[in-house]
Protein backbone atom coordinates (compact mmCIF):
# COMPACT_ATOMS: atom_id res chain seq x y z
CA UNK A 1 0.00 0.00 0.00
CA UNK A 2 2.78 2.72 0.92
CA UNK A 3 4.91 1.34 -1.88
CA UNK A 4 1.95 2.18 -4.31
CA UNK A 5 0.96 5.60 -2.58
CA UNK A 6 4.50 6.68 -3.38
CA UNK A 7 4.16 5.54 -6.66
CA UNK A 8 1.04 7.23 -7.69
CA UNK A 9 2.06 10.80 -5.95
CA UNK A 10 5.08 10.41 -7.97
CA UNK A 11 3.46 9.74 -11.16
CA UNK A 12 0.57 12.09 -10.64
CA UNK A 13 1.22 15.11 -7.97
CA UNK A 14 -2.12 14.01 -5.78
CA UNK A 15 -3.23 11.96 -3.06
CA UNK A 16 -5.84 11.99 -0.38
CA UNK A 17 -5.77 13.07 2.62
CA UNK A 18 -5.79 9.68 4.45
CA UNK A 19 -2.86 8.59 2.48
CA UNK A 20 -0.99 11.64 3.25
CA UNK A 21 -1.08 11.28 6.94
CA UNK A 22 -0.02 7.68 6.51
CA UNK A 23 2.89 8.54 5.15
CA UNK A 24 3.79 11.47 6.85
CA UNK A 25 3.30 9.31 10.01
CA UNK A 26 5.47 6.61 8.97
CA UNK A 27 9.04 6.58 9.83
CA UNK A 28 9.91 3.08 7.49
CA UNK A 29 8.62 5.12 4.34
CA UNK A 30 10.74 8.38 4.63
CA UNK A 31 14.04 7.29 2.15
CA UNK A 32 11.61 6.02 -0.50
CA UNK A 33 9.88 9.62 -0.42
CA UNK A 34 12.70 11.65 -0.45
CA UNK A 35 14.52 9.62 -3.41
CA UNK A 36 11.12 9.81 -5.07
CA UNK A 37 10.64 13.61 -4.11
CA UNK A 38 14.76 14.12 -5.12
CA UNK A 39 13.44 12.42 -8.80
CA UNK A 40 10.56 15.13 -9.22
CA UNK A 41 13.27 18.30 -8.02
CA UNK A 42 15.17 16.79 -10.75
CA UNK A 43 12.88 16.23 -13.63
CA UNK A 44 10.87 19.85 -12.35
CA UNK A 45 13.30 22.11 -11.55
CA UNK A 46 16.56 20.91 -12.28
CA UNK A 47 19.96 20.14 -10.63
CA UNK A 48 21.05 24.23 -9.58
CA UNK A 49 20.42 25.34 -6.32
CA UNK A 50 19.40 29.06 -6.15
CA UNK A 51 20.77 31.08 -3.75
CA UNK A 52 18.88 34.17 -1.97
CA UNK A 53 20.59 36.75 0.42
CA UNK A 54 18.50 37.27 3.40
CA UNK A 55 18.84 40.28 4.84
CA UNK A 56 17.16 40.33 8.55
CA UNK A 57 16.75 44.35 8.53
CA UNK A 58 15.27 44.39 11.73
CA UNK A 59 14.07 42.49 14.88
CA UNK A 60 11.29 44.96 15.91
CA UNK A 61 7.89 43.19 16.34
CA UNK A 62 4.76 44.01 17.07
CA UNK A 63 2.88 40.52 17.33
CA UNK A 64 3.60 38.28 20.19
CA UNK A 65 3.76 34.51 18.77
CA UNK A 66 4.70 31.86 21.54
CA UNK A 67 7.24 30.25 19.60
CA UNK A 68 9.44 33.33 18.20
CA UNK A 69 11.86 35.01 20.16
CA UNK A 70 11.38 38.47 18.25
CA UNK A 71 8.28 38.67 19.86
CA UNK A 72 7.30 41.84 21.56
CA UNK A 73 7.37 40.17 25.18
CA UNK A 74 10.50 39.40 25.24
CA UNK A 75 12.62 41.76 26.96
CA UNK A 76 15.95 39.67 26.61
CA UNK A 77 16.46 40.46 23.19
CA UNK A 78 18.06 44.19 22.41
CA UNK A 79 16.45 45.25 19.75
CA UNK A 80 17.83 46.87 16.07
CA UNK A 81 16.59 48.22 13.00
CA UNK A 82 19.07 48.97 10.43
CA UNK A 83 19.00 52.21 8.72
CA UNK A 84 18.28 52.59 4.91
CA UNK A 85 21.70 53.29 4.01
CA UNK A 86 22.80 50.03 6.26
CA UNK A 87 19.99 47.54 4.03
CA UNK A 88 21.29 49.06 0.57
CA UNK A 89 24.85 48.55 1.76
CA UNK A 90 23.95 44.85 2.19
CA UNK A 91 21.68 44.71 -0.72
CA UNK A 92 25.03 45.75 -2.87
CA UNK A 93 27.26 43.47 -0.79
CA UNK A 94 24.86 40.32 -1.98
CA UNK A 95 25.08 41.43 -5.71
CA UNK A 96 29.04 41.35 -4.42
CA UNK A 97 28.60 37.77 -3.93
CA UNK A 98 26.45 36.94 -6.91
CA UNK A 99 23.28 36.59 -5.36
CA UNK A 100 20.27 37.31 -7.76
CA UNK A 101 17.74 37.82 -5.36
CA UNK A 102 17.74 38.91 -1.71
CA UNK A 103 15.27 38.33 1.15
CA UNK A 104 14.19 41.64 3.10
CA UNK A 105 12.94 39.84 6.34
CA UNK A 106 12.00 41.38 9.39
CA UNK A 107 9.53 41.36 12.52
CA UNK A 108 6.03 42.94 12.15
CA UNK A 109 7.80 46.44 12.61
CA UNK A 110 5.34 49.53 12.11
CA UNK A 111 8.42 51.56 11.50
CA UNK A 112 8.68 50.48 7.83
CA UNK A 113 5.87 52.17 6.46
CA UNK A 114 5.50 52.14 2.65
CA UNK A 115 7.31 55.89 2.55
CA UNK A 116 10.52 54.39 4.18
CA UNK A 117 10.68 50.72 2.54
CA UNK A 118 9.46 52.21 -1.24
CA UNK A 119 12.52 54.20 -1.46
CA UNK A 120 14.61 51.45 -0.23
CA UNK A 121 12.89 48.88 -2.33
CA UNK A 122 13.33 51.05 -5.97
CA UNK A 123 17.16 51.42 -4.98
CA UNK A 124 17.43 47.64 -4.69
CA UNK A 125 15.65 47.09 -7.77
CA UNK A 126 17.47 49.35 -9.98
CA UNK A 127 20.73 47.17 -8.79
CA UNK A 128 19.11 44.38 -10.84
CA UNK A 129 18.34 42.09 -7.75
CA UNK A 130 14.84 40.33 -7.23
CA UNK A 131 13.17 41.50 -3.93
CA UNK A 132 11.64 38.96 -1.55
CA UNK A 133 9.99 40.55 1.28
CA UNK A 134 9.07 38.73 4.48
CA UNK A 135 7.37 41.46 6.34
CA UNK A 136 4.39 39.86 8.10
CA UNK A 137 0.92 40.83 7.58
CA UNK A 138 0.28 44.63 6.28
CA UNK A 139 -2.86 46.03 4.24
CA UNK A 140 -3.56 45.72 0.75
CA UNK A 141 -2.61 48.82 0.19
CA UNK A 142 1.07 48.91 1.64
CA UNK A 143 1.72 44.94 -0.04
CA UNK A 144 0.55 47.41 -3.57
CA UNK A 145 2.70 49.82 -2.67
CA UNK A 146 6.04 47.45 -2.13
CA UNK A 147 5.10 45.83 -5.43
CA UNK A 148 4.67 48.80 -7.50
CA UNK A 149 8.45 49.84 -6.30
CA UNK A 150 10.06 46.69 -7.40
CA UNK A 151 9.49 43.68 -4.70
CA UNK A 152 8.50 40.92 -6.71
CA UNK A 153 8.01 37.78 -4.40
CA UNK A 154 6.45 37.71 -0.41
CA UNK A 155 6.76 35.17 1.95
CA UNK A 156 4.41 34.39 4.13
CA UNK A 157 3.58 31.22 6.39
CA UNK A 158 0.51 30.16 7.08
CA UNK A 159 2.32 28.34 10.33
CA UNK A 160 -0.66 26.16 10.48
CA UNK A 161 -3.59 25.42 8.68
CA UNK A 162 -5.44 24.35 11.98
CA UNK A 163 -7.30 27.71 13.05
CA UNK A 164 -7.85 27.13 16.25
CA UNK A 165 -4.07 26.11 16.84
CA UNK A 166 -2.81 28.76 14.72
CA UNK A 167 -5.08 31.73 17.26
CA UNK A 168 -3.48 29.67 19.96
CA UNK A 169 0.16 29.72 19.07
CA UNK A 170 -0.23 33.83 17.48
CA UNK A 171 -2.22 35.65 20.20
CA UNK A 172 -4.03 38.59 19.15
CA UNK A 173 -3.52 37.78 15.11
CA UNK A 174 -6.63 35.94 12.83
CA UNK A 175 -6.01 33.39 10.69
CA UNK A 176 -8.67 34.81 8.27
CA UNK A 177 -6.54 37.76 8.39
CA UNK A 178 -3.62 35.42 7.57
CA UNK A 179 -5.28 34.19 4.66
CA UNK A 180 -6.29 38.03 3.47
CA UNK A 181 -2.58 38.73 3.23
CA UNK A 182 -1.96 35.51 0.92
CA UNK A 183 -4.84 36.16 -1.26
CA UNK A 184 -4.35 40.16 -1.31
CA UNK A 185 -0.72 39.09 -2.33
CA UNK A 186 -1.75 36.39 -5.01
CA UNK A 187 -3.94 39.26 -6.75
CA UNK A 188 -1.00 41.67 -7.06
CA UNK A 189 1.16 39.25 -8.72
CA UNK A 190 3.90 38.55 -6.62
CA UNK A 191 5.27 34.99 -6.22
CA UNK A 192 3.44 33.77 -3.07
CA UNK A 193 5.29 31.76 -0.37
CA UNK A 194 3.78 30.35 2.18
CA UNK A 195 5.02 27.19 4.95
CA UNK A 196 4.39 25.44 8.02
CA UNK A 197 6.17 25.66 11.22
CA UNK A 198 5.99 21.57 12.22
CA UNK A 199 6.07 20.78 15.45
CA UNK A 200 3.94 22.90 16.95
CA UNK A 201 2.47 21.82 20.26
CA UNK A 202 -1.20 20.32 19.46
CA UNK A 203 -0.59 19.72 16.23
CA UNK A 204 -1.99 16.77 14.12
CA UNK A 205 -1.11 14.69 11.22
CA UNK A 206 -4.33 15.56 10.59
CA UNK A 207 -3.29 19.37 9.98
CA UNK A 208 0.01 18.51 8.37
CA UNK A 209 -2.16 17.16 5.66
CA UNK A 210 -4.56 19.85 5.47
CA UNK A 211 -1.44 22.16 5.50
CA UNK A 212 -0.20 20.58 2.19
CA UNK A 213 -3.68 20.16 0.70
CA UNK A 214 -3.81 24.27 1.08
CA UNK A 215 -0.58 24.60 -0.68
CA UNK A 216 -1.65 22.75 -3.26
CA UNK A 217 -5.17 24.51 -3.58
CA UNK A 218 -3.32 27.92 -3.47
CA UNK A 219 -1.19 26.80 -5.75
CA UNK A 220 2.09 28.68 -3.93
CA UNK A 221 5.18 29.84 -5.99
CA UNK A 222 7.35 28.89 -2.71
CA UNK A 223 7.16 26.60 0.38
CA UNK A 224 9.35 27.67 3.77
CA UNK A 225 8.92 24.49 6.36
CA UNK A 226 10.96 24.00 8.97
CA UNK A 227 10.70 22.41 12.62
CA UNK A 228 10.14 23.73 15.71
CA UNK A 229 13.16 25.10 17.82
CA UNK A 230 12.21 25.80 21.52
CA UNK A 231 13.39 29.37 22.44
CA UNK A 232 13.59 29.14 26.23
CA UNK A 233 12.87 33.25 26.44
CA UNK A 234 9.39 32.06 24.76
CA UNK A 235 6.44 30.53 26.29
CA UNK A 236 7.25 27.33 24.42
CA UNK A 237 10.98 27.30 26.17
CA UNK A 238 10.16 23.71 27.41
CA UNK A 239 8.07 22.39 24.51
CA UNK A 240 9.61 19.44 22.36
CA UNK A 241 11.31 20.48 19.28
CA UNK A 242 9.87 19.58 16.20
CA UNK A 243 10.94 16.45 15.00
CA UNK A 244 13.75 16.80 12.20
CA UNK A 245 12.26 13.13 10.50
CA UNK A 246 8.66 14.46 10.15
CA UNK A 247 9.67 17.66 8.87
CA UNK A 248 11.57 15.87 6.37
CA UNK A 249 8.89 13.50 4.90
CA UNK A 250 6.79 17.01 4.70
CA UNK A 251 9.63 18.63 2.54
CA UNK A 252 9.35 15.43 0.33
CA UNK A 253 5.51 15.41 -0.21
CA UNK A 254 5.20 18.95 -0.86
CA UNK A 255 7.76 18.84 -3.82
CA UNK A 256 5.45 15.56 -4.70
CA UNK A 257 2.74 17.41 -4.58
CA UNK A 258 4.22 20.20 -6.17
CA UNK A 259 6.64 19.62 -8.48
CA UNK A 260 7.54 23.44 -10.09
CA UNK A 261 7.62 24.97 -5.86
CA UNK A 262 10.89 26.50 -5.13
CA UNK A 263 11.19 25.06 -1.80
CA UNK A 264 14.10 26.12 0.79
CA UNK A 265 16.44 23.92 3.11
CA UNK A 266 15.55 26.30 5.80
CA UNK A 267 18.50 27.46 8.34
CA UNK A 268 16.38 25.59 11.46
CA UNK A 269 16.90 22.52 9.52
CA UNK A 270 21.00 22.61 9.85
CA UNK A 271 20.57 24.19 13.49
CA UNK A 272 18.50 21.05 14.48
CA UNK A 273 21.46 18.42 12.55
CA UNK A 274 24.59 19.99 11.10
CA UNK A 275 24.16 18.91 7.24
CA UNK A 276 20.73 18.98 7.67
CA UNK A 277 20.67 21.29 4.68
CA UNK A 278 22.01 18.81 2.38
CA UNK A 279 19.78 16.20 3.68
CA UNK A 280 17.11 18.57 2.57
CA UNK A 281 18.18 19.53 -0.72
CA UNK A 282 18.47 15.58 -1.38
CA UNK A 283 14.80 15.44 0.10
CA UNK A 284 13.12 17.47 -2.83
CA UNK A 285 14.20 21.00 -1.63
CA UNK A 286 15.96 23.46 -4.44
CA UNK A 287 16.46 26.70 -2.75
CA UNK A 288 18.96 27.84 0.03
CA UNK A 289 18.91 31.33 2.13
CA UNK A 290 22.30 32.18 3.20
CA UNK A 291 22.56 34.93 5.39
CA UNK A 292 23.63 38.54 4.13
CA UNK A 293 23.53 39.93 7.87
CA UNK A 294 26.41 41.04 8.91
CA UNK A 295 28.49 41.15 12.90
CA UNK A 296 25.90 41.78 16.10
CA UNK A 297 23.12 42.03 14.03
CA UNK A 298 22.72 38.53 12.87
CA UNK A 299 23.10 36.89 16.57
CA UNK A 300 20.63 40.06 17.39
CA UNK A 301 17.97 38.20 15.06
CA UNK A 302 17.28 35.31 17.18
CA UNK A 303 14.02 33.50 16.68
CA UNK A 304 15.38 30.63 18.18
CA UNK A 305 19.02 29.54 20.35
CA UNK A 306 22.11 28.05 17.84
CA UNK A 307 21.16 29.32 14.72
CA UNK A 308 23.32 27.96 12.28
CA UNK A 309 25.89 29.76 11.02
CA UNK A 310 25.72 32.65 13.31
CA UNK A 311 29.15 33.13 13.77
CA UNK A 312 30.05 32.99 10.26
CA UNK A 313 30.51 36.07 8.05
CA UNK A 314 28.56 36.67 4.70
CA UNK A 315 31.48 35.89 2.15
CA UNK A 316 32.22 33.33 4.35
CA UNK A 317 28.67 31.81 3.78
CA UNK A 318 28.48 32.00 -0.02
CA UNK A 319 32.17 30.45 -0.57
CA UNK A 320 30.98 27.57 2.14
CA UNK A 321 27.65 26.98 0.22
CA UNK A 322 28.98 26.50 -2.95
CA UNK A 323 31.61 23.99 -1.63
CA UNK A 324 28.21 22.07 0.01
CA UNK A 325 26.31 21.88 -3.02
CA UNK A 326 29.35 20.84 -5.03
CA UNK A 327 29.65 18.34 -2.99
CA UNK A 328 25.75 16.72 -3.05
CA UNK A 329 26.67 16.77 -7.31
CA UNK A 330 24.66 20.05 -7.64
CA UNK A 331 25.92 23.38 -8.51
CA UNK A 332 24.57 27.13 -8.00
CA UNK A 333 22.20 28.20 -10.36
CA UNK A 334 22.85 31.76 -12.24
CA UNK A 335 19.50 32.64 -12.97
CA UNK A 336 16.90 34.59 -11.10
CA UNK A 337 15.07 31.61 -10.23
CA UNK A 338 11.48 32.72 -10.53
CA UNK A 339 8.65 29.74 -10.14
CA UNK A 340 9.55 27.32 -12.62
CA UNK A 341 6.09 26.90 -14.96
CA UNK A 342 5.82 23.80 -16.94
CA UNK A 343 4.39 24.01 -20.58
N1 LIG B 1 7.51 38.42 10.99
C1 LIG B 1 7.37 37.76 9.76
C2 LIG B 1 6.40 36.61 9.86
O1 LIG B 1 6.09 36.18 10.96
O2 LIG B 1 5.93 36.17 8.80
C3 LIG B 1 8.68 37.25 9.18
C4 LIG B 1 9.74 36.87 10.15
S1 LIG B 1 9.39 35.44 11.15
C5 LIG B 1 10.73 35.46 12.27
C6 LIG B 1 9.81 34.10 10.00
C7 LIG B 1 9.45 32.70 10.43
O3 LIG B 1 10.25 32.31 11.55
C8 LIG B 1 8.04 32.48 10.91
O4 LIG B 1 7.18 32.28 9.83
C9 LIG B 1 8.17 31.27 11.85
O5 LIG B 1 7.64 30.09 11.23
C10 LIG B 1 9.69 31.12 12.03
N2 LIG B 1 10.04 30.94 13.46
C11 LIG B 1 9.82 31.80 14.46
N3 LIG B 1 10.21 31.26 15.64
C12 LIG B 1 10.68 30.02 15.38
C13 LIG B 1 11.21 28.97 16.19
N4 LIG B 1 11.31 29.08 17.51
N5 LIG B 1 11.60 27.82 15.57
C14 LIG B 1 11.51 27.71 14.23
N6 LIG B 1 11.02 28.66 13.41
C15 LIG B 1 10.59 29.82 13.98
FE1 LIG C 1 6.92 38.62 15.00
FE2 LIG C 1 7.11 36.99 12.85
FE3 LIG C 1 8.21 36.34 15.23
FE4 LIG C 1 5.56 36.32 15.01
S1 LIG C 1 7.00 34.97 13.88
S2 LIG C 1 6.75 37.22 16.72
S3 LIG C 1 5.24 38.02 13.61
S4 LIG C 1 8.77 38.00 13.91
Redesign the pocket.
Known sequence: MIQSWIERVEREHRLERDALMSLLGDPSCEESLASAADRVRHAYVGDGVHLRGLIEFSNI?RQN?L????RRENTKLSRYRLSPQEILTLAEKARGYGYRTVVL????DAHFTPEVLCPILRAIHKMGLVITL???ERPFEEYQAFREAGADRYL??I?TTDAALYHQMDPGMSHDNRLRCLRDLRSLGYEVGTGT?VGLPGQTLESLADDLLFYQKMDADMLGI??????PDTPLGNASPGDFHLTRRFVSMARLLMPEANIPATT?VETMVPGGREIFLCSGANVVMPNVTEGEFRQKYA??PGKACVADTPAHCRGCMEARIGRIGRFVASDPGFRHHTP
Open positions: CCYCGLQSGESLGLRELGPLIPNALY
